[in-house]
């Protein structure tokens, strides 16, 4: 299907050949993680390659609401092209799961507002704008460590991850452990905070992949580096 569309293809064509690739079983999938499409993202990404990069058409779509349009438009849109006012906009509109993922990696890593964005999230009260912030600050952690006070962020960490709504806490719970595993002089630190609350402790792990229990993934990280 998106072989027929090419960089001249309209809003309503894109949105006529994702219609026919929506599968119900991909959809039930995706809404049990908080996301409302049922696209398989191969195929979706077969799509934005056919249109190649075109900001004004990824404005275009964005403009629709609909979740795998928007899906397109992140993976066409050109990331310099933003303005700060434009990213912040779009990130009051990223608020599924998988649009605010994309939207953080795939446009705002890639352009040089990222910090100025973080903070302007950072001093949000919607939890949702806040998890973004937080996930570009776990991001800082490791690629700007100098722009962040990071032993105020592990206190913020130790007050509020507890409690903190899911998506934040994820959020929260990844920039304590990027902290321990990058910053050797707070390593301890971070272990006590994840040992203390105890969160994520019981997620389930596949075989092979690191549990996101601080502590755990802290040592483990530090112990491949080594």
């Given at each position: 299907?998106?072989?027929?569309?090419?960089p001249e293809s309209t809003v309503a064509d894109i949105q006529q050949a994702l219609a026919?690739?929506?599968?119900?079983?991909?959809?039930?999938?995706?809404?049990?993680?908080?996301?409302?499409?049922?696209?398989?993202?191969?195929?979706?990404?077969?799509?934005?390659?056919?249109?190649?990069?075109?900001?004004?058409?990824?404005?275009?779509?964005?403009?629709?609401?609909?979740?795998?349009?928007?899906?397109?438009?992140?993976?066409?849109?050109?990331?310099?092209?933003?303005?700060?006012?434009?990213?912040?906009?779009?990130?009051?509109?990223?608020?599924?799961?998988?649009v605010q993922s994309w939207f953080l990696n795939y446009i705002v890593k890639k352009t040089?507002?990222?910090?100025?964005?973080?903070?302007?999230?950072?001093?949000?009260?919607?939890?949702?704008?806040?998890?973004?912030?937080?996930?570009?600050?776990?991001?800082?952690?490791?690629?700007?460590?100098?722009?962040?006070?990071?032993?105020?962020?592990?206190?913020?960490?130790?007050?509020?991850?507890?409690?903190?709504?899911?998506?934040?806490?994820?959020?929260?719970?990844?920039?304590?452990?990027?902290?321990?595993?990058?910053?050797?002089?707070?390593?301890?630190?971070?272990?006590?905070?994840?040992?203390?609350?105890?969160?994520?402790?019981?997620?389930?792990?596949?075989p092979g992949c690191i549990s996101p229990f601080a502590p755990i993934w802290i040592n483990?990280?530090?112990?491949?580096?080594?």
């Amino acid at each position: 299907m998106g072989n027929e569309l090419s960089p001249e293809s309209t809003v309503a064509d894109i949105q006529q050949a994702l219609a026919a690739l929506e599968d119900p079983k991909s959809r039930a999938v995706n809404e049990r993680h908080g996301d409302d499409f049922g696209v398989n993202l191969g195929k979706l990404r077969a799509i934005a390659k056919s249109l190649k990069s075109n900001q004004q058409l990824a404005e275009q779509l964005w403009e629709t609401k609909e979740t795998s349009s928007r899906l397109v438009a992140l993976l066409i849109a050109k990331p310099r092209s933003f303005t700060l006012d434009q990213l912040h906009e779009w990130s009051k509109d990223a608020t599924t799961p998988k649009v605010q993922s994309w939207f953080l990696n795939y446009i705002v890593k890639k352009t040089k507002l990222l910090e100025e964005l973080r903070q302007i999230l950072m001093s949000d009260n919607d939890p949702i704008q806040l998890a973004a912030g937080w996930e570009l600050t776990a991001h800082q952690v490791v690629k700007d460590p100098e722009k962040l006070n990071l032993p105020e962020l592990l206190d913020t960490i130790e007050a509020q991850m507890f409690n903190a709504p899911d998506r934040l806490q994820w959020a929260m719970n990844t920039t304590l452990a990027q902290i321990g595993i990058e910053h050797e002089s707070l390593r301890n630190r971070a272990l006590t905070i994840g040992d203390k609350l105890q969160v994520l402790a019981d997620y389930p792990t596949s075989p092979g992949c690191i549990s996101p229990f601080a502590p755990i993934w802290i040592n483990e990280m530090v112990k491949r580096k080594a």
